[in-house]
């Protein structure tokens, strides 16, 4: 498998097939990053779209210095979904956030049995509820850590924050989630 | 090393991270047993993240990819797009929760199609006509009615001889509150019936017969 550096240089001398398997490659990634930050499946499907659309842009100015362009996708994700919870903080305090059970939580990774889905459907409602009750600076550090697998470091070049910041986010968004599951009565593993 | 709660909140993801150097990760370690609100706090946070770590990544809806590609690239006439294209509503079908579907109707019909008589290698396309369905089907009434018939004629067979075998112990008559089904006597009309008319169940004398058997077995 090509490795995305590759596909990004041949990206930017205009094969269409480079970009189409980038676009394949990281979809799933970024639409989770967006699922688990909004917890809204048509949200989550218009901000992939449009951080693809920024990417596709902006391609030229990734340099691979500074990061892997899994990071970098993840920091151009990360703006845009700031961006996003700023321009709709006033619609969310008018509207619910629990009144949609979004049918994105039965589209898990489906080698399994019918109760096992079911299993972790449920679990991935309440862990996505439990989220949403974190303030959106230790959620994006959890998701980030937990759901997104980037390791301290790359953190730090996502959010732009020093790595005690990092750290103490990460830190103090375990505890919050693990006291918010705990209230709604999820027992721990 | 000295270590107190404050410490193992505020360093307790860097812990279960295997980031903390050895001596403050043992020092941590060693206050957790000591302390009871340290050690539950441990055990909450890191099952807690034991679950969060279980969840599968969500399936993107399959057409996004292809909708970013159409906004970012146009839509595409080359012959990879159009194939793509032409392929796009076969995506929902290639899911794996759609083939366990189709294999659980397939073996539903393997299950049952063969108890309803059903050969596919005989099978031809006149069979579904619906005078040949109606017939298909009126024979297999008849047949399961006729096989019910048979198997309470015999029951009343074996409880006849049953009865009979068991006379010298048992009054002859019928046993108080017991019925006896009429006996038609020669000559009687009634005994030139056919045989599938004389075959109504009569739930007295399968009661009967089963309470005989029963009694025998229990000798």
Not at chain 1, 21 to 27: K, N, S
Not at chain 2, 54 to 73: F, R, S
Request: aromatic share 6%.
């Amino acid at each position: 498998m090509e490795a995305d550096l590759q596909l990004v240089q041949h990206c930017l001398r205009g094969e269409g097939a480079a970009w189409e398997e980038l676009v394949h490659r990281h979809t799933r990634r970024v639409y989770n990053l967006c699922y688990r930050f909004t917890g809204n499946a048509h949200e989550s499907e218009d901000l992939t779209q449009e951080v693809f659309l920024k990417v596709y842009r902006t391609l030229g100015s990734y340099q691979a210095l500074h990061g892997g362009f899994t990071t970098w996708l993840t920091s151009v994700s990360r703006n845009l979904l700031i961006d996003h919870y700023r321009r709709t903080r006033r619609d969310r305090m008018t509207s619910s956030l629990d009144d949609e059970d979004s049918p994105a939580e039965q589209k898990a990774s489906s080698a399994r049995t019918p109760d096992q889905l079911a299993l972790a459907g449920e679990l991935s409602v309440q862990v996505q509820r439990g989220l949403e009750r974190l303030s959106p600076d230790l959620r994006e550090a959890v998701i980030l850590r937990d759901l997104q697998g980037l390791d301290y470091r790359e953190i730090q070049d996502v959010l732009g924050v020093p790595e005690g910041t990092v750290k103490s986010r990460i830190n103090r968004g375990r505890i919050e989630l693990a006291r918010v599951l705990e209230q709604m009565g999820v027992r721990p593993a | 090393m000295n270590w107190n709660c404050e410490q193992t909140e505020a360093r307790l993801s860097e812990y279960l991270d295997r980031l903390l150097p050895a001596a403050e990760h043992d020092a941590l370690d060693v206050h957790a047993k000591q302390c009871a609100r340290c050690a539950g706090l441990v055990r909450t946070v890191r099952g807690t993240l034991a679950r969060v770590h279980q969840l599968d990544m969500l399936e993107a809806p399959p057409q996004l990819a292809y909708n970013i590609l159409d906004a970012t690239l146009g839509r595409r006439s080359s012959q990879g797009g159009a194939w793509r294209s032409w392929l796009r509503p076969l995506e929902m079908v290639w899911q794996p929760r759609f083939a366990l579907g189709v294999a659980t109707v397939a073996l539903t019909l393997a299950l049952v199609l063969p108890l309803t008589g059903f050969q596919a290698g005989s099978f031809t396309l006149s069979d579904l006509h619906p005078v040949s369905l109606y017939r298909t089907a009126d024979r297999k009434i008849n047949l399961a009615y006729a096989r019910s018939v048979k198997f309470i004629n015999d029951l009343r067979v074996v409880y006849e001889i049953q009865s009979r075998l068991g006379g010298s112990s048992r009054p002859a008559g019928p046993a108080e509150g017991e019925q006896t089904p009429p006996q038609p006597k020669p000559g009687d009309p009634q005994r030139q019936r056919n045989r599938a008319d004389e075959t109504n169940p009569h739930p007295i004398i399968i009661a009967s017969a089963w309470s005989g058997l029963t009694e025998r077995s229990n000798r």
